[in-house]
């Protein structure tokens, strides 16, 4: 069975989107074209670059997600440190932890720029605070004069995961054309969490819904969704910071749900996610496999009655 496949970004809650990737290989699901915001843009470059299930459940197993959680110590002092580090960085932690970790697991398989994958494979989503706009990558990146063939694909995923005052912004300086005429200080583009402006974009590749590859038919697109985001808990506020995770986690869980309800609810796995916040990075090994074992159940359920 040949899909595309379009990944939900969750932050930790991607764990389970893994799982679902195990239930997916075990029906026989042969993976066309990928998509992913966030923490489903990881898998979906995973995918992209040729790891297995098994291979992704390996990598969820060894890694300690609190080593993305990384900044230098003078930012570590308490109540001021971290406040004063969102002031001049704009982000609680920098990001870079995480965009070294999935460059060297991609490196592994060869992959370093988006010419090492086939044209087309693979498509994640970002956000463009400076522009408003929507960034599909790599495409879009042509639009800022920049060359998608020679973009790190590492680097476009921490763009898609740099979750708003959590995660540092990612800035890009335009050039060639594009930063023609403009002075120095709007040359530069922030960007930030492919989430912001769609969390769970199912419809990417609907233009191409008709395609077909020699001896198959035309190939549908599953999407792989999170569920159950807060188990119906409130947000517990107590600060600037803990409202601005409650205000992030609301707006992925409100992103894109009238369209996949109402049209979508035949093409989409939905994995529920037992609680597990988006920014929950200190999640314990018996917790990250259960997300990852409720992924696989969601997908064996959805595959059990899906019918191309």
């Known amino acids: 069975m040949l899909i595309n496949a379009v990944f939900e970004g969750g932050g930790v809650k991607g764990i389970s989107l893994a799982g679902a990737v195990k239930s997916a290989e075990e029906s026989g699901v042969v993976f066309n074209r990928v998509a992913g915001t966030s923490s489903g843009s990881i898998v979906a470059a995973l995918l992209a670059a040729g790891f297995s299930a098994d291979e992704m459940s390996e990598i969820v197993r060894t890694t300690p997600f609190t080593s993305f959680l ?5 930012f570590n002092v308490k109540i001021i440190g971290p406040a004063v580090r969102l002031f001049i960085k704009k982000g ?33 989503i970002a956000s463009d605070i400076t522009n408003g706009k929507i960034l599909v990558l790599p495409d879009d990146l042509i639009k800022l004069g920049i060359n998608p063939a020679a973009f790190a694909v590492s680097k476009a995923i921490r763009m898609s995961t740099s979750i708003p005052y959590f995660f540092d912004p990612v800035i890009l300086r335009m050039c ?3 930063a023609r005429g403009k002075s120095f200080k709007d040359q530069f583009v922030y960007v930030v969490d492919g989430g912001l402006l769609s969390n769970f974009p199912l419809w990417l590749f609907d233009d191409t819904a008709a395609e ?11 999407g792989f969704q999170m569920v159950g985001r807060s188990s119906g808990s409130p947000h517990v506020i107590r600060g600037h910071i803990s409202m601005l995770q409650a205000m992030f986690e609301t707006m992925l869980s409100a992103h894109d749900e009238r369209y996949i309800e109402k049209v979508n609810l035949f093409r989409t796995i939905k994995i529920p996610t037992l609680g597990i916040g988006t920014t929950q990075f200190h999640i314990t090994p018996e917790k990250s496999k259960e997300l990852y074992e409720s992924g696989v159940q969601a997908g064996r359920k959805f595959f059990a009655r899906f019918k191309v």
């Open 70 to 74: 990384h900044r230098a110590p003078i």
């Open 92 to 124: 609680l932690y920098s990001g870079e932890a995480l965009e070294l970790w999935i460059h060297n697991i991609l490196r592994s398989k060869g992959i370093r720029t988006f010419s090492d994958i086939t044209p087309g494979k693979l498509m994640i």
């Open 176 to 178: 060639g054309a594009a």
């Open 212 to 222: 077909a590859i020699p001896g198959h038919k035309a190939i549908q697109t599953i």
